[in-house]
């Protein structure tokens, strides 16, 4: 602990011995940083916020509606592109000094630095800058900073709303030439496809090909087919329910006869298979048996006479009518069959028109989905376009205007100007302290006797006269000056700092 003791005196001795030394050299770097520092020019910030509206009721009504949040965010990267901040450069006086294309380049790169937009919410944005010039004052530097966030927040508009509509017009007029041409296509195309089916009008039908008319022709087929088993099926259903049903019915006292035994046997049975059930039923079994007992001696007891049965009258009518439909069917059937076989011979007998005739119309085809296509996409743009002209999605609303800097957001000056007197003081304390290590000296007597190894029996005190005390005292009036020149420096240097703060505000 006295050796540490020992050390720390003989270092403040070392310095203090050496204080000039100290004092210039803390003089020399304060005033060399003092200088860099106001040399560094003065950057002022502005900051401006931007609400961005996405909802439209009109366009979501009719079911028209943009993907304006990435056309925002496209609006947002794209905003400091080299065009936009050449934009800026000639929107305000950076531009005046600008004569070349070289020295634009360099002031575009430098202003991308300085600009900065962020979306700091989903329809929030903010813009700031940040400017300063050691040519320019430091209320020129405020100045423009305000000047520069302002033209970005007018190239921001402009990007959704001119720039929109232009996008909207030249996309129209391509639409139209899109158009233009398919609508020349498909003219050409159906002339091709009139003047094959003069030539070939067997061929000729409604444009359809001759596979689409074939797959036509067997697909009706095969629906008359199953329209056909199903109109015999009814037909086969009502002759045996005629047969299981009397022409006439008994009447008055003949009717507890065998004939009258007869018909109610038979209409039993007609009722079983108006029911549903099929022949192989046992009860229907029995019914028919009952029947077949029955003729016999209903024929042997001869005709009685009576009245017409109605329910076989309209079963015949029925019976008719369905057996019209088999015949229609089946004629229907007979034409659909002689035209399948009519293509197929012609296909067989001529390949090369039938192909020919499937390659045009299914060019004919294309081209009209490819027209009907662009047609209704052009549509949908139009109205899109008048929609956003009329009440447009994209809605601008500044909620904070570009601030006027009052201070100067960097460097900190009073700060740097603090450190620099630090910076200064440390170096005058090393450098004394140094030079006192480089020279073979001895501050007390116990670091003399650690050193030689020798003990050191005591130590002579220095002795002045008047004028050596009177010599001493002027110095030290004048260090103790010196030093508070320095200290009176760094605060004129606040003070001249604050002045020009005040003055830009």
Same mark, same amino acid.
């Given at each position: 602990?006295?050796?540490?003791? &020992?050390?720390?005196?003989?270092?403040?001795?070392?310095?203090?011995?050496?204080?000039?030394?100290?004092?210039? $050299?803390?003089?020399?770097?304060?005033?060399?940083?003092?200088? /860099?520092?106001?040399?560094?020019?003065?950057?002022?910030?502005?900051?401006?916020?931007?609400?961005?509206?996405?909802?439209?009721?009109?366009?979501?009504?009719?079911?028209?509606?943009?993907?304006?949040?990435?056309?925002?965010?496209?609006?947002?990267?794209?905003?400091?592109?080299?065009?936009?901040?050449?934009?800026?450069?000639?929107?305000?006086?950076?531009?005046?000094?600008?004569?070349?294309?070289?020295? @634009?380049?360099?002031? $575009?790169?430098?202003?991308?630095?300085?600009?900065?937009?962020?979306?700091? *919410?989903?329809?929030?944005?903010?813009?700031?800058?940040?400017?300063?010039?050691?040519?320019?004052?430091?209320?020129?530097?405020? #100045?423009?900073?305000?000047?520069?966030?302002? #033209?970005?927040?007018?190239?921001?508009?402009?990007?959704?709303?001119?720039?929109?509509?232009?996008?909207?017009?030249?996309?129209?007029?391509?639409?139209?030439?899109?158009?233009?041409?398919?609508?020349?296509?498909?003219?050409?195309?159906?002339?091709?496809?009139?003047?094959?089916?003069?030539?070939?009008?067997?061929?000729?039908?409604?444009?359809?090909?001759?596979?689409?008319?074939?797959?036509?022709?067997?697909?009706?087929?095969?629906?008359?087919?199953?329209?056909?088993?199903?109109?015999?099926?009814?037909?086969?259903?009502?002759?045996?329910?005629?047969?299981?049903?009397?022409?006439?019915?008994?009447?008055?006292?003949?009717?507890?006869?065998?004939?009258?035994?007869?018909?109610?046997?038979?209409?039993?049975?007609?009722?079983?298979?108006?029911?549903?059930?099929?022949?192989?039923?046992? &009860?229907?079994?029995?019914?028919?048996?009952?029947?077949?007992?029955?003729?016999?001696?209903?024929?042997?007891?001869?005709?009685?006479?009576?009245?017409?049965?109605?329910?076989?009258?309209?079963?015949?009518?029925?019976?008719?009518?369905?057996?019209?439909?088999?015949?229609?069917?089946?004629?229907?059937?007979?034409?659909?069959?002689?035209? /399948?076989?009519?293509?197929?011979?012609?296909?067989?007998?001529?390949?090369?028109?039938?192909?020919?005739? *499937?390659?045009?119309?299914?060019?004919?085809? !294309?081209?009209?989905? *490819?027209?009907? #296509?662009?047609?209704?996409?052009?549509?949908?743009?139009?109205?899109?376009?008048?929609?956003?002209?009329?009440?447009?999605?994209?809605?601008?609303?500044?909620?904070?205007?570009?601030?006027?800097?009052?201070?100067?957001?960097?460097?900190?000056?009073?700060?740097?100007?603090?450190?620099?007197?630090?910076?200064?003081?440390?170096?005058?304390?090393?450098?004394?302290?140094?030079?006192?290590?480089?020279?073979?000296?001895?501050?007390?007597?116990?670091?003399?006797?650690?050193?030689?190894?020798?003990?050191?029996?005591?130590?002579?005190?220095?002795?002045?006269? &008047?004028?050596?005390?009177?010599?001493?005292?002027?110095? @030290?009036?004048?260090?103790?000056?010196?030093?508070?020149?320095?200290?009176?420096?760094? $605060?004129?240097?606040?003070?001249?700092?604050?002045?020009?703060?005040?003055? !830009?505000?």
């Amino acid at each position: 602990m006295n050796n540490i003791y &020992d050390e720390l005196r003989s270092a403040l001795y070392s310095v203090w011995h050496r204080r000039w030394l100290a004092l210039g $050299v803390a003089w020399g770097v304060c005033l060399l940083g003092w200088l /860099v520092v106001a040399m560094v020019p003065n950057t002022y910030e502005s900051k401006a916020r931007i609400y961005v509206k996405l909802d439209d009721v009109l366009a979501e009504q009719i079911g028209i509606r943009g993907n304006r949040k990435g056309d925002i965010e496209r609006v947002q990267q794209t905003l400091t592109s080299a065009i936009n901040l050449e934009k800026v450069i000639r929107g305000t006086s950076l531009g005046q000094e600008v004569t070349s294309p070289k020295q @634009m380049e360099g002031a $575009v790169l430098g202003l991308g630095r300085k600009i900065k937009v962020e979306s700091t *919410q989903e329809n929030l944005f903010e813009i700031t800058a940040q400017y300063g010039d050691s040519s320019n004052s430091d209320a020129a530097n405020a #100045k423009l900073a305000q000047d520069i966030v302002q #033209k970005m927040i007018d190239i921001f508009r402009e990007e959704n709303l001119a720039g929109n509509r232009g996008e909207m017009s030249q996309s129209l007029e391509f639409m139209d030439q899109q158009l233009a041409q398919r609508q020349k296509e498909l003219e050409a195309a159906e002339q091709k496809r009139l003047a094959f089916e003069a030539l070939n009008p067997e061929l000729a039908q409604g444009g359809m090909s001759v596979m689409q008319r074939l797959e036509s022709s067997r697909a009706e087929l095969r629906g008359l087919d199953a329209d056909l088993a199903a109109a015999q099926s009814a037909l086969a259903a009502i002759n045996g329910q005629l047969a299981g049903t009397p022409r006439t019915l008994a009447s008055g006292g003949m009717a507890g006869g065998a004939r009258g035994a007869l018909a109610e046997a038979q209409a039993v049975l007609a009722g079983m298979r108006a029911r549903g059930l099929t022949e192989n039923h046992p &009860d229907v079994i029995a019914a028919k048996n009952q029947v077949n007992a029955l003729r016999g001696p209903a024929a042997a007891q001869g005709d009685a006479g009576g009245m017409p049965n109605p329910a076989f009258s309209s079963l015949e009518s029925i019976k008719a009518e369905r057996s019209a439909n088999v015949q229609s069917l089946m004629a229907r059937r007979a034409a659909v069959q002689s035209d /399948v076989a009519r293509i197929t011979t012609q296909q067989i007998s001529n390949p090369q028109v039938a192909a020919e005739q *499937q390659r045009i119309n299914r060019d004919y085809d !294309v081209l009209k989905q *490819q027209y009907d #296509k662009l047609l209704q996409d052009r549509e949908q743009l139009r109205l899109r376009g008048e929609v956003e002209t009329e009440a447009n999605a994209v809605k601008f609303q500044v909620i904070d205007p570009p601030t006027t800097p009052r201070s100067p957001a960097a460097p900190n000056r009073p700060i740097l100007l603090l450190g620099v007197l630090m910076v200064g003081l440390g170096a005058g304390v090393a450098a004394a302290f140094a030079i006192g290590q480089l020279r073979s000296t001895f501050a007390t007597t116990a670091k003399l006797e650690r050193t030689i190894g020798l003990p050191v029996l005591g130590a002579i005190t220095t002795t002045l006269t &008047d004028a050596g005390r009177e010599l001493r005292k002027k110095r @030290m009036k004048l260090f103790y000056a010196a030093s508070a020149a320095l200290g009176g420096v760094f $605060v004129l240097l606040l003070v001249v700092e604050i002045i020009q703060v005040s003055m !830009v505000a």
